[in-house]
């Protein structure tokens, strides 16, 4: 690309930089800053040690003080490095502006020492874009009063001259190399990327890396940029390599007039390469091997030797489209401290740094169409307005090749718009010049996961879905699509979600038609995709259909996603197997439900349940906690392992979830009859009480008896073991009264219309009425505890109360009720029979029936002897009975069988007793079954 134009560009900037703003700096240092103030003694003091050290070695160091020979003499960068000395830069504000930051004049001086290079070399491509930079460098870096001058100058177009450029103004280079002319792909020059040439650079510099490899889609001007580097690094003021050496692999080129072109390759084969790589480091030692018949292995050691002594920069274009492994090997295996710098669309894939090629800059793709269409004097495209050209440069992602290629297209008649949409047509061949080589370099399994996304469509595909839609395992996938973005055939889209990040995969737009039209060529596995993909789209519509079924669905499961809806149904699925007890299938649908779905915090929710439902309490406490902490703001899945917690005892930590739930829904019914319950369990009987209020006082668009129901229970429940504490403390009054209240409450839930009959609350009315009883015998109240225990005696038939808790309670009302009446002497003696007989009827547990018996004979007087308790000693629970003829018996408290208090054990002496008799073996005597007679 280096014609006439170019030429007069060059001179151009030649005027402006090396005639004009360098002398002007130069006199300026001299007679501004270092004469007036260091005078001709001392100015050569006030010079940088490393500036004239530097002279010095470039023998241009003279011993004489002439100021003005020394200055002359100085590079660019020497001149830089002088201004930012001590306080020279603070003097040096008549020349460049008060508003000019340091590190901002020192990041200009180096760009336009660049521009220096590019000038002074005489075959470099130097851009009218190139041109425009340097003038805005200039301009402004020129913002003081002894610089007003060169603007002038500048905007005079004073410039623009005829004159020779001399050919040798920059020195001569120490660092040997073999890079090609810039001469960047089609028209336009290189635009751009100067944060990326830095990052790179720094990449170089810190000696960090062996390796670094710039990888990115074709077309995105990854040899470009790598060539622009070495370039800049050959402009720095001390390169720290001696030689860099340029190598490409690209086989083709793609002109927008002769389309794809093939070029020869500069890698050949490994013995050629590494020939031309000793010619480039040491041109002798590479003609006495060549003469000599030196081998591979004498080559590539020469060359090592010379890496491990020297730090080279290896630079290697292209490197996807070397397939000897000889040279992979090579190049891996470069030695400190010399490095390589690879452009690849896939990199070595391992010992390397990438640097992921970020895209063009929309400006920068703006102002690249803006120069194509000025070199190709298309007036018609430069008039276009910004939006139009910004639609244009996007549609290519704003990648320069395209830009370049698509206006070339237009500039040979092709209309604009369907210039700028050519890489969407899979079979177009600039589709194929920039994804078919890589597309081959693919393995089978990242072919197939990119087929599966063009058959899901334009929306992103996690990588669980990938894995059921190409059967291949996730492991393969995960490696298929770290090559795929490798590749920069597709980019992640990681999102939050339900308090958590989620990653999709998206394929490039640019990519989508190449990869549609590789499909079209794979019957069979097409097929097999879109099987799996119809199937998938059935279980996300049985999903939707549920949500239209069943309001609010998807929504109050946290179903956000397809992946969601679809591990949703598998859920209903393994649910159905449940019902008819297939615990294998069902283990088998969740499963699948968690693979499809692993986010989906339901799914872990209801697995949890089935996984506790088996005894797997630590697993099922895992999906717990893998529920909450994946969506931490859904009430449900607290609300689920709040009832875990307090099923498994673990009260403190239940009531947190569960009032968790409080904060997050406070008008979810269910959580007030669980917390309240909790709170009871907990012994806080008063606040559980006022979460069973709030339950049954939600207002609600439809009155839900099942709720009131179970509201009434446990409320009734939490005043049962109310009244329990109160007994406990020895508060009978209000044990009593709360223990009613227990009774009323249940009462009011069984006497409901509404309310479907419920066994749990017959029960629970029967243990009251049972309590009742109890507590108002020993309170002397027969009558009224008499009612109460013949109420809960009132059985329930075994086909309702299948574990027959009812008749246990019957059992118990029986006997107390007939023990009571017989110790106290309450009515006659063939009434407390007929209680013994009706306990003895009903009687299903082989515990009461010793009891049973023994109260049977106590009341007919059956083997009963009668005495008198001759001492009791408290402390100790035993006593001695004395009968008539002097027998004595040693009795323990807990064989007294009549209902006592405590303080009536202090006044046993001198009772008259019933009780049995037992010998032992060594002829001592006890007593057991003590009933007192008065």
């Known amino acids: 690309m280096y014609d006439n134009n170019t030429k007069k560009i060059r001179k151009y900037g030649y005027d402006i930089l090396i005639n004009n703003f360098e002398p002007m ?203 622009k580097t070495a370039y800049s690094i050959l402009s720095e003021n001390i390169n720290p390599y001696s030689s860099i050496v340029w190598f490409s692999a690209k086989e083709n080129q793609l002109t927008s007039d002769n389309g794809i072109v093939t070029i020869e390759s500069g890698i050949s084969d490994y013995f050629t390469i590494l020939q031309d790589i000793l010619k480039v480091l040491d041109n002798g030692k590479f003609l006495l091997f060549k003469e000599n018949f030196f081998n591979e292995i004498q080559y590539r050691d020469a060359i090592y030797k010379i890496f491990e002594t020297n730090r080279i920069l290896l630079i290697i274009d292209n490197l996807e489209t070397i397939s000897e492994e000889e040279i992979i090997d090579f190049i891996k295996d470069v030695p400190r401290p010399s490095q390589v710098l690879i452009t690849s669309r896939k990199g070595l894939g391992e010992i390397e740094r990438r640097y992921p090629l970020p895209d063009f800059l929309l400006s920068d793709a703006v102002t690249l169409f803006r120069i194509i269409s000025k070199e190709r004097n298309r007036q018609d495209l430069q008039k276009l307005q910004q939006k139009t050209i910004e639609k244009y440069v996007k549609s290519v992602s704003s990648y320069p090749l395209l830009i370049k290629w698509s206006i070339g297209k237009v500039c040979i008649g092709m209309d604009i718009n369907k210039a700028f949409n050519e890489i969407y047509k899979g079979d177009s061949e600039i589709s194929q010049f920039v994804f078919n080589d890589i597309f081959n370099l693919l393995h089978k399994s990242s072919k197939k996961c990119l087929y599966s996304m063009v058959i899901f469509g334009n929306k992103g595909i996690s990588r669980h879905l990938i894995h059921h839609l190409t059967s291949l395992s996730l492991e393969t996938v995960d490696d298929s699509l770290k090559e795929l973005i490798i590749t920069s055939f597709i980019y992640q889209d990681v999102k939050e979600e339900k308090g958590t990040t989620n990653t999709h995969y998206q394929m490039l737009l640019l990519t989508r038609g190449f990869i549609q039209n590789k ?266 505890g008499k009612k109460y225990l013949l109420e809960a005696s009132k059985y329930i038939p075994i086909e309702q109360d299948r574990k027959g808790e009812t008749k246990r309670i019957a059992v118990y009302c029986f006997l107390t009720l007939a023990r009571y009446m017989h110790t106290k002497s309450k009515g006659k003696k063939e009434e407390i029979l007929e209680y013994i007989q009706e306990a003895e009827s009903l009687n299903i547990d082989e515990k009461f029936k010793y009891e049973i018996n023994s109260l049977k004979r106590t009341v007919l007087e059956e083997d009963l002897k009668k005495g008198i308790v001759e001492f009791f000693n408290i402390e100790k629970g035993f006593g001695v009975i004395i009968c008539d003829r002097g027998n004595k018996y040693t009795f323990l408290r807990k064989h007294i069988k009549s209902f006592y208090e405590e303080k009536d054990l202090y006044m046993l002496e001198e009772k008259k007793v019933n009780f049995k008799e037992s010998l032992q073996p060594d002829g001592k005597k006890f007593a057991y079954s003590i009933t007192f007679l008065n």
């Open 25 to 227: 700096i130069r006199d300026f240092l001299i007679n501004k800053i270092f004469l007036p103030i260091y005078g001709l003694k001392n100015w050569r003091d006030n010079i940088p040690n490393g500036v004239i050290e530097v002279m010095k070695e470039e023998a241009k160091e003279n011993s004489d003080d002439n100021i003005e020979v020394f200055f002359d003499e100085l590079y660019l960068w020497c001149l830089k490095e002088i201004i930012i000395q001590r306080n020279i830069y603070t003097l040096s504000e008549d020349f460049f502006g008060k508003d000019l930051e340091k590190e901002k004049f020192i990041s200009i001086m180096d760009e336009i020492n660049e521009h220096r290079r590019k000038i002074a070399h005489a075959k470099s491509n130097y851009t009218k874009y190139d041109f425009e930079i340097l003038l805005e460098l200039i301009t402004i870096l020129c913002k003081g009063k002894e610089s007003t001058k060169l603007i002038e100058y500048i905007q005079r177009g004073s410039y623009k001259c005829d004159f020779e450029i001399p050919n040798f103004i920059n020195g001569i280079n120490k660092c040997t190399n073999n890079l090609p002319v810039e001469d960047y792909d089609l028209d336009g020059g290189f635009v751009g990327r100067r944060n990326e040439i830095q990052k790179i650079k720094k990449l170089l510099y810190t000696s960090q890396d062996r390796i670094i490899s710039i990888t990115g889609a074709g077309g995105l001007g990854k040899t470009a940029l790598a060539l």
């Open 519 to 784: 499909l079209d060529s794979e019957k069979v596995l097409r097929l097999e995709i879109e099987t799996k993909y119809k199937e998938l789209s059935f279980q996300i519509e049985n999903a939707e259909k549920s949500q239209s079924e069943f309001h609010h669905t998807l929504s109050m499961f946290g179903i956000e996603t397809e992946e969601d809806k679809i591990a949703f149904n598998h859920i209903k699925i393994a649910k159905n197997y449940l019902k008819v007890r297939d615990d294998k299938q069902a283990t088998i649908s969740f499963e699948s439900a968690l693979s499809i779905s692993p986010n989906f915090s339901y799914a872990y929710v209801e697995y949890a349940r089935f996984e506790y439902t088996r005894g797997h309490r630590e697993k099922a406490e895992k999906y717990y906690l893998k529920a909450c902490h994946l969506d931490d703001n859904n009430y449900r899945n607290h609300f689920a392992y709040g009832v875990f917690l307090r099923k498994e005892n673990r009260i403190d930590d239940a009531i947190k979830h569960l009032k968790k739930v409080e904060l997050l829904n406070p008008e979810f019914p269910s959580l007030y009859n669980e917390l309240g319950r909790t709170l009871s369990f907990k012994g806080e009987y008063e606040e559980a009480n006022k979460k069973f209020e709030i339950s049954l006082n939600l207002e609600s668009q439809y009155v839900n008896y099942k709720h009131i129901n179970i509201s009434l229970y446990y409320q009734s429940d939490n005043y049962k073991r109310w009244a329990e504490k109160f007994f406990d403390a020895r508060d009978i009054p209000n044990g009593k009264r709360i223990l009613l209240k227990s009774l009323e409450t249940i009462k009011k839930a069984n006497a409901n219309p509404n309310i479907s009959y419920d066994i749990k609350n017959q029960i629970l009315e029967k243990k009251i009425q049972k309590e009742a009883g109890d507590i108002l015998l020993k309170t002397h109240n027969f009558e009224i």
